[in-house]
C-alpha cells in the first residue's frame, strides 16, 4: 500500500497543526493531495493555518478547534469526522506539549494536562480511527514519541514516560492492525525548530548550524517518509540514533551531578 494508491477524497487528520511539526505534517500530506482535517485549541492560529494550506495546495482543508486534553475529546473528534462523513486514511497524533520540572515539584494540572493529551487522548484516537481503519483494510497512524522515550532524565520525568508509553503503544497496535491493512509508525526526533520549548530564535538558528536541532520541515519530510513506507518507527538524525542506545547507560550519580551543576535546570519555572 503506498499513498500514491489513496482513495478519491480521502482525508488526513492532523492534531496540533496550528504551529510547528504539525503544521509542515498538514502541508506535506496536502502536497501528497489529501484533504486535511487539522486540529489545535488556537482557534486563530488554526484558522490561519488552514487559510494558508488551502490557498497553497488547493485541497480541502478543515481548521477545528478543539482542546484534545479534554474529558471526551478522542469520542468527540471521531464522532465529528463521522458526522462530516470523513474517510480518514491518515491519523497524524501530533499535539503535545512540554515542561521541564521535578515532578514533586510541578503544579500537578499540568501533569494532567500532559497526560490526558499524550496518553489518554491518543491511545483512544488509535483506538477509533484504527477500529475504521482496519474495518476499511487501509490506512496510516503516525504518532509523535521522542528521542526522550529512551532518556528516563529528571526535568522531563513525565514527558520521558508518556513518549515511552507512545512508543511501546505505536509497535503493539501496529503488530495488531499490520495484516489489516493498517500500518503504524511511531517518530522519535531529537531537538526540532519549533516554540515547544520557547528556545529563542537565536539559540535555535546557533543550534540548527551546529546540527543539534533539525528543521520542522526535515522531521515532518522524514517521518511521512517512514510512515508510507511502513517502519515501525524512525529516530531522524545519525547523532541521535547513535545516542539512543547510550542514553539509559549513564550511570545514576552521573545523572544527579549534572542535575545539581546544570544552569538549565531552572528552565521553564
Ligand atoms: N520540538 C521538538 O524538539 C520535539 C517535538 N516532539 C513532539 O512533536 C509534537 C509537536 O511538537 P512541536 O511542533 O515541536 O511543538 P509546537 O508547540 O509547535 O506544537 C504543538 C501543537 O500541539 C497543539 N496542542 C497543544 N496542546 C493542545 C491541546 N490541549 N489541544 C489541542 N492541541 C494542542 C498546539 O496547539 P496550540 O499551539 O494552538 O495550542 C500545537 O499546534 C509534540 O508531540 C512534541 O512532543 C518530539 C520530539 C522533539
Ligand atoms: C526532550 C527531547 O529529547 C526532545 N527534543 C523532545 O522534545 O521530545
Known amino acids: 500500500m503506498s499513498s500514491s494508491e489513496r482513495t478519491d477524497r480521502a482525508t488526513a487528520l492532523i492534531t496540533g497543526a496550528s504551529s510547528g511539526i504539525g503544521y509542515q505534517y498538514a502541508r506535506q500530506l496536502a502536497a501528497r493531495g489529501y484533504d486535511l482535517l487539522i486540529v489545535s485549541n488556537d482557534a486563530e492560529g488554526i484558522a490561519n493555518s488552514a487559510a494558508e494550506i488551502r490557498k497553497q495546495y488547493g485541497v480541502r482543508v478543515s481548521p477545528l478547534y478543539r482542546d484534545l486534553s479534554a474529558e471526551n475529546a478522542a469520542e468527540d473528534l471521531y464522532r465529528y469526522c463521522e458526522d462530516e462523513r470523513l474517510d480518514v486514511e491518515v491519523l497524524v497524533n501530533n ?6 520540572d521535578d515532578l514533586a515539584r510541578v503544579d500537578s494540572r499540568r501533569i494532567e494536562l500532559m497526560l490526558r ?3 489518554r487522548t491518543t491511545t483512544l484516537l ?21 528521542m526522550s522515550a529512551w532518556m528516563p532524565f529528571p526535568g522531563i520525568s513525565v514527558y520521558a514516560a508518556t513518549k515511552s508509553y507512545l512508543r511501546t503503544l505505536s509497535l503493539a497496535i501496529r503488530n495488531e492492525l499490520y495484516d489489516r491493512g493498517v500500518r503504524v509508525t511511531a517518530v522519535c526526533p531529537g531537538a526540532v525548530a519549533t ?4 528556545l529563542s530564535e537565536r539559540y535555535q538558528r546557533l543550534a540548527l548550524r551546529l546540527g543539534i536541532m533539525m528543521t520542522p520541515e526535515r522531521l515532518a519530510r522524514k517521518g511521512l517518509r517512514a510512515l508510507f513506507s511502513g517502519r515501525r518507527r524512525t529516530v531522524p538524525g545519525f547523532v ?7 542514553a539509559g547507560l549513564i550511570p545514576g550519580p552521573i545523572v544527579r551531578l549534572i542535575k545539581r551543576k546544570a544552569k538549565f535546570y531552572r528552565y521553564g519555572r
Open 195 to 198: 516554540g515547544l520549548y520557547n
Open 95 to 100: 499535539a503535545g506539549v512540554f515542561f521541564f
Open 240 to 246: 541521535n540514533r547513535v545516542f539512543v542506545p547510550l
Open 117 to 119: 493529551l499524550h496518553v
Open 126 to 146: 488509535c483506538h477509533y480511527f484504527g477500529r475504521s481503519m482496519q474495518a476499511r483494510g487501509r490506512g496510516y497512524i503516525l504518532n509523535m514519541s521522542s
